[in-house]
């Protein structure tokens, strides 16, 4: 209280101390009295009802659950003051708690025992469990037009299965129904049902056994409304007729309003992409009694013309101006378009190189001018990584690796940060192998969209063959450039020595012929589309990657690396329920590499084999190839490649995956006969660990030769397949 003896009395102070005491939660009634002393001193007299305190907690009724678990659901505790409030709250999350462990048929109350001499009170749940309960089906009535499974689709209320458990389905949860309707409603509403009506008390709760619901969901549709006529009114700098191509629901359409929402828009685009910024479009709907359709009227209030005045950059720390300008396809002088502003924003948001990106227009004392408006937030661009790992192929690996995504060489004062250019440097040191890589990349050589990178690596690796360990030394410089829609070209030259080391006596002479060092100089160029939705945990698009190489002759080397090989790589993704992120991934791979010259054959380190994480996945790594006298894989001069793979989430980012992989190897080149095949079926997981991509996969061989025939593969692997 603020009010003190010998001070002034002020009525709004000990509103004040009032309002204060009861916010303490200790009383149930307080009441100030007035005591007179004299004519100008009285004494006030504070009359307080404390609350009872809690003295007990207690749970009748439950068998399944026990008293110490569902404490840890309610706030209530023994020697705190008694608040009848907080009591039902408890009781609400106690149900809460039930019905997400399966029952939900339980009931709960409660009473207070409160003893007037003590001042205490016992507060007692009762609890009538019921039986634990899965959801066995999920019924519609009235559903006439639409089919049950749609319905279910929108639904997060799932039936029973195999992953329940882990996933958290199959039971009834009060709230999530709530929801469910709310988004059955609105999906009819999509398809033209605007009078739907699904009331929640004529939701059918059937039990045919105690431990089993169907749920029945009884639905009035209506009718189905469509469009009528589609007018515009204001427009004057464009024809009613042009309009009308732009917008896609027509007459006749199903009335559906979230496309009609998506016309309005694209109307503002299209007026917004000539530079007339302040256009705003109205979307009128008028039902027509004699048709019973909707006529809809977009009523149009067209602004001026608005030229860009100049770019404005803001909340760039580190990262250059001109970094930020040469993503943009719209510049000073140019007609404003909203349409190139928001492609200026998509590409900003590409380079990763902030963490929040907004392109507006921005008001300029300049008629007919606006100025463009970028307010980035800068991100992390640079990374310190290191750990270890294990993979099934690689064994245990210790690692470290350091890149920055927004790389300025000559820049040391931010700490070579701001240019755009890439940098990574990458040490790895396992039992099988080893790794050191650097590289650069300058995206934007001479201020123009192509880039040019290099990189120097060494690496060395014994899991290729138990005959002979192998090391790579050399580097690569290459240039990339966009050159037509979503097509990209890569043109790259690599110089290699290949060494092959720790020969065994044992191996066959084809092998043996190669120990030691040869160089190999080449060019390649590389066609690539991409149009995935992601990178990892793709669920839609396609990726294709054209290659060719050519090695020796006219380049130098040793002749024994004179030839030449044809590469396609492919991948198509379907998503199959969009609602339950289910996935269909198919992925094609074909090549042919050929000697010529003074070359007898190509060496047998750069022939094509399968087997392993990263294709037969029912093989041994390289198992599956042509093989010399010894029966040792020398690898072959043509393959084909197909893998089927269907996958789903189980709880995000854990996804569940089947697939199917078949692929050939054969000898000579351009021989594609696919009669020695061998293929694979299995299942695995894809999850994230330290945020990379990581598949465990179990693959088991279907047809195979008696060579490569060694059982089942048990595959991890980081990384992903495209």
């Known amino acids: 209280m603020q009010i003190r003896e010998g001070g002034e009395?002020?009525?709004?102070?000990?509103?004040?101390?009032?309002?204060?005491?009861?916010?303490?939660?200790?009383?149930?009634?307080?009441?100030?009295?007035?005591?007179?002393?004299?004519?100008?001193?009285?004494?006030?007299?504070?009359?307080?009802?404390?609350?009872?305190?809690?003295?007990?907690?207690?749970?009748?009724?439950?068998?399944?659950?026990?008293?110490?678990?569902?404490?840890?659901?309610v706030k209530i505790r023994p020697n705190l003051a008694l608040d009848e409030r907080q009591v039902k709250e408890d009781a609400e999350k106690l149900r809460e708690y039930?019905?997400?462990?399966?029952?939900?048929?339980?009931?709960?109350?409660?009473?207070?025992?409160?003893?007037?001499?003590?001042?205490?009170?016992?507060?007692?749940?009762?609890?009538?469990?019921?039986?634990?309960?899965?959801?066995?089906?999920?019924?519609?009535?009235?559903?006439?037009?639409v089919a049950p499974r749609k319905l279910r689709g929108q639904m997060e209320t799932k039936k029973w299965w195999v992953f329940s458990w882990l996933t958290g389905s199959g039971r009834f949860k009060d709230d999530q129904f709530e929801d469910d309707l709310d988004k059955l409603r609105d999906y009819y509403r999509e398809q033209g049902f605007l009078d739907v009506d699904i009331p929640q008390d004529k939701v059918m709760f059937n039990y045919p056994r105690p431990d089993r619901l169907v749920l029945v969901v009884t639905i009035n549709e209506g009718r189905q409304y469509r469009i009528g006529e589609v007018s515009f009114d204001g427009n004057k700098l464009f024809d009613s007729r042009l309009l009308g191509r732009v917008v896609r629901q027509r007459k006749g359409s199903v009335f559906t309003p979230s496309k009609l929402d998506s016309d309005r828009e694209r109307l503002e685009d299209f007026y917004g992409k000539d530079g007339y910024l302040d256009t705003q479009v109205r979307l009128l709907r008028k039902p027509n009694v004699g048709t019973g359709n909707i006529d809809v009227e977009y009523q149009i209030r067209e602004s001026e013309k608005f030229n860009v005045e100049s770019v404005v950059i803001e909340g760039n720390t580190k990262t250059k101006s001109i970094v930020i300008l040469r993503e943009l396809v719209l510049g000073p002088g140019d007609v404003f378009s909203t349409v190139l502003m928001k492609i200026s924003k998509l590409r900003l948001e590409n380079t990763r190189f902030f963490e929040d990106t907004n392109v507006t227009p921005q008001e300029t004392n300049i008629p007919g001018r606006r100025n463009m408006r970028i307010a980035v937030r800068e991100g992390r661009t640079g990374n310190l990584t290191f750990g270890a790992g294990f993979s099934s192929l690689e064994r245990a690996t210790l690692f470290a690796e350091v890149s920055q995504s927004n790389f300025d060489i000559f820049n040391r004062r931010s700490f070579f940060q701001g240019d755009g250019q890439k940098f990574r440097l990458r040490l790895q040191l396992g039992s099988l192998s080893s790794e050191v890589v650097l590289s650069f990349e300058e995206p934007w050589l001479f201020e123009r969209q192509l880039a040019l990178g290099f990189s120097v690596f060494r690496t060395s690796s014994e899991y290729n063959s138990t005959f002979y360990s192998q090391v790579e030394t050399g580097f690569e410089v290459y240039l990339r450039k966009h050159l037509f829609e979503l097509w990209n070209g890569r043109l790259g030259y690599t110089y290699e020595i290949f060494d092959i080391q720790d020969v065994s006596p044992s191996a066959s002479p084809i092998i043996q012929a190669l120990a030691g060092s040869n160089a190999s100089s080449s060019i390649a160029l590389q066609l690539e589309r991409d149009t995935r939705d992601k990178i990892i945990n793709t669920t839609a698009g396609n990726r294709v990657e054209a290659n060719l190489m050519f090695a020796g002759g006219p380049l130098g080397g040793s002749k024994i690396n004179n030839f030449y090989r044809l590469e396609f790589r492919g991948s198509q993704f379907f998503p199959v329920f969009e609602t339950q992120a289910q996935v269909l991934s198919l992925i094609a791979r074909g090549g042919v590499i050929q000697n010529f010259g003074d070359s007898t054959d190509v060496p047998y380190y750069r022939k094509f084999y399968l087997g392993g994480p990263n294709d037969l996945r029912g093989f041994e790594f390289r198992d599956v190839s042509p093989r010399d006298e010894f029966d040792e894989p020398i690898g072959g001069k043509t393959y084909g490649f197909f893998s089927a793979e269907y996958s789903l989430d189980i709880v995000s980012p854990i996804r569940f995956a089947i697939f199917y992989d078949a692929g050939f190897v054969n000898r000579k080149a351009y021989d594609f006969n696919p009669s020695t095949y061998n293929d694979n079926f299995g299942f695995g997981l894809r999850l994230f660990v330290a945020g990379a991509p990581l598949s465990l996969d179990f693959g088991i061989p279907i047809t195979a030769d008696k060579l490569n025939k060694k059982g089942n593969q048990f595959n991890f692997s980081f990384g992903t397949r495209f």
């Open 9 to 73: 009395f002020d009525e709004l102070m000990l509103d004040r101390d009032i309002r204060s005491l009861y916010r303490t939660g200790l009383f149930e009634f307080i009441e100030v009295k007035h005591e007179p002393v004299d004519g100008n001193t009285f004494n006030l007299v504070v009359e307080v009802t404390p609350k009872f305190r809690v003295f007990a907690v207690k749970f009748e009724g439950n068998q399944k659950v026990k008293s110490a678990r569902l404490e840890k659901e």
């Open 98 to 145: 039930y019905q997400k462990a399966g029952y939900n048929q339980v009931n709960i109350n409660y009473t207070i025992d409160r003893d007037r001499v003590g001042g205490f009170g016992t507060v007692i749940f009762k609890i009538r469990e019921g039986a634990k309960v899965k959801i066995s089906d999920i019924k519609f009535a009235g559903n006439a037009h």
